[in-house]
Structure formats: C-alpha cells, structure tokens
Nanobody, 120 residues
Framework: VQLQAFGGGLVQAGGSLRLSCAAS????????MAWYRQASGKQRELVAT???????NYADSVKDRFTMSRDNAKNTVYLQINSLQPEDTAVYYC???????????????WGQGTLVTVSS
C-alpha cells in the first residue's frame, strides 16, 4: 500500500488549504481513510476519518473548520482546511484502516506527509 499526500504549504492565518492523498496498492477490506497530523515535538493525532460510503468523523478541535471527502474512483481523499490557525502547523499524513466497534483502527501504512505551516 502506498499513500501519497500533497497540497501543504505556507499560508497566513485565516487562509485555506486543500490537501490530497492518493492511495494505491491492495487496500481491499480497508474501507476507512484518515488524516492525522503531527506538530513538532508532539504526538501524531487523528483529525478526521471517512468511510467508503462517505461517513465522516472529526476531532473536536477541527470539526468546524476541516472537511474530509473522498473520490472512490480515484482512491483519493481530500482535506479542506479553512480558517487556518498557527496551531494547525504540522505535517499532515493520510492513513488507511477500518472501523471496529465504532472506532477507527489504523493500519501501519503511512505516506511521507505534507507540511502545513501557518503564519500569524
């Protein structure tokens, strides 16, 4: 499984970005995709998930500003980030997994991530 994320960059606070992640390889049975982020010196955190039928979940800290979507035909997911804040500065990674008991189970497939830097 390969995951390639792109779309990050340097933006001013209040701006927007759209991240993309293309998945390739055998992801049969892994019907949920996710975005994580990791700020410098902090643990990687889950920010959003989307099922194969479009059901989404978001971390409380981002739910009013982040929107995740997917194009199943392209095996691609997107993360629209609005009203960017300096605390959103992080490397954003996409991931694949599945839902188990109402929770997201991450599989150990990670791409290189894409860096989002928000200036104040």
């Amino acid at each position: 499984v390969q995951l390639q994320a792109f779309g990050g960059g340097l933006v001013q606070a209040g701006g927007s970005l759209r991240l993309s992640c293309a998945a390739s390889g055998n992801i049969f049975g892994l019907n949920v995709m996710a975005w994580y982020r990791q700020a410098s010196g902090k643990q990687r955190e889950l920010v959003a998930t989307i099922t194969d039928v479009g059901g989404t979940n978001y971390a409380d800290s981002v739910k009013d500003r982040f929107t995740m979507s997917r194009d199943n035909a392209k095996n691609t997911v997107y993360l629209q980030i609005n009203s960017l804040q300096p605390e959103d500065t992080a490397v954003y990674y996409c991931n694949v997994g599945k839902e188990v008991g109402g929770h997201y189970l991450s599989y150990n497939y990670w791409g290189q991530g894409t860096l989002v830097t928000v200036s104040s």
